[in-house]
């Protein structure tokens, strides 16, 4: 054999053996292969619906076959953007973003255009269309709806408590300029516009956390003492149960069972077991396998709409048995997730 047939026999084993391989990796499950990079900019990891929120992203493109890689901005919006760009810079697959504030993060999208990356938005909204360049969708909770639904919930409580539609509140609200404080305080002006006897006195930014909520309360406290107020709206169950504390240590216990929060987090759903909240709304914080649903449905050429989807929710109150049953198997399902939150 000359040298020339030897290696036209090397070249075309290696080849065989190229294709072989190629084949073979077609012929992995999809898990197997690997589908690239998904990079996820949290916004915080400031309370147990951020770990959960971000479990559950991981989770769900790992289990796609996608690197996952996130980052944590602590609840500062300069460090988010540092992290996007840092983020952009490994020409992810995807980028997911969970933006802290809605004005501060407008420049999201254009980062996302210039970088030829597709964006998806989950939880709060950002400036701008979905749909147009690079972002693909915004996967939300209709916070508009849940301003509504505790608004409604407010004024049938105030209404059996005075005898009429009227009353006195306090507001702790998330962070300020976030999209959810944005669109849940139109849901609540929305229906209190048509009750002006009920007035909101005073709000404070509890930013979303335990701590701040509890101080944000004790302040509030501080400037409408007794007999002033009839009840507190909180943003977050966070706030809410650091609002409890506040609440007790003030001495101020006839405001308990006349408190609404928001997400039905564990704490939250036990505060109303325990009569010192009257209502929550679900903000469940699962959006992983909805954001591999949409990026599936790009990667394939198939349209996304709508470009701003909710994910479902419920209500949790006190009222009936029925309802503090509904409370009980919540607080089951979530020990048995092994999750302190929604």
């Known amino acids: ?42 916004e915080g990891m400031e309370n147990e619906w951020r770990v959960m929120d971000t479990r559950d992203m991981e989770q769900a493109f790992k289990q796609a076959g996608y690197k996952f890689v996130w980052t ?9 953007l540092s992290d996007i760009e840092d983020l952009l810079a490994r020409k992810p697959a995807l980028l997911v973003v969970a933006p802290i504030e809605y004005e501060p993060l407008a420049p999201v999208p254009e980062l996302a255009d210039e970088a030829g990356v597709p964006l998806i938005v989950v939880d709060r909204a950002l400036p701008g269309v979905p749909g147009r360049g690079q972002w693909l969708a915004t996967l939300t909770t209709n916070f508009v709806d849940t301003g509504e639904q505790v608004a409604r919930d407010v004024v049938a409580t105030l209404t059996k408590l005075n005898g009429a539609p009227r009353g006195r509140l306090l507001h ?47 302040d509030l406290l501080q400037a409408f003492g007794r007999g002033t107020v009839d009840g507190v709206i909180f943003d977050s169950d966070d706030m809410m149960v650091g609002g409890i504390a506040a609440i007790k240590a003030a001495g101020r216990t006839e405001l308990l069972g006349k408190l609404w929060g928001k997400d039905a987090s564990l704490d939250g759903l036990q505060a109303l ?31 996304i709409q709508p470009n701003v989807q909710y994910v479902p929710k419920a209500t949790y109150g006190i009222d009936t048995p029925g309802e503090r049953e509904r409370v009980r198997q919540r607080i089951e399902t979530l020990h048995q997730l092994g999750v302190g939150c929604c």
């Open 1 to 42: 054999m000359t040298m020339r047939q030897q290696w036209t026999t090397i070249y075309g084993a290696v080849i065989c053996v190229a294709f072989a391989a190629v084949a073979a990796w077609r012929s992995l499950p999809t898990q197997a292969r690997g589908q690239g990079l998904v990079a996820f900019s949290q």
């Open 172 to 218: 702790v609200t998330g962070n300020t300029g976030a999209s959810p404080v944005v669109d849940e305080q139109k849901g609540l002006d929305d229906v209190l516009h048509a009750y002006p006897q009920i007035r909101i006195l005073g709000t404070c930014d509890g930013r979303y956390s335990r701590e701040p909520g509890r101080k944000c309360t004790e």
């Open 72 to 80: 944590n901005a602590n609840s500062d919006p300069a460090k988010q």
């Open 273 to 303: 077991l325990d009569g010192d909240a009257r209502f929550t709304v679900q903000t469940p914080p699962t959006f992983g396998a909805q954001t591999v649903q949409v990026f599936r449905q790009f990667l394939a050429h198939q349209p």
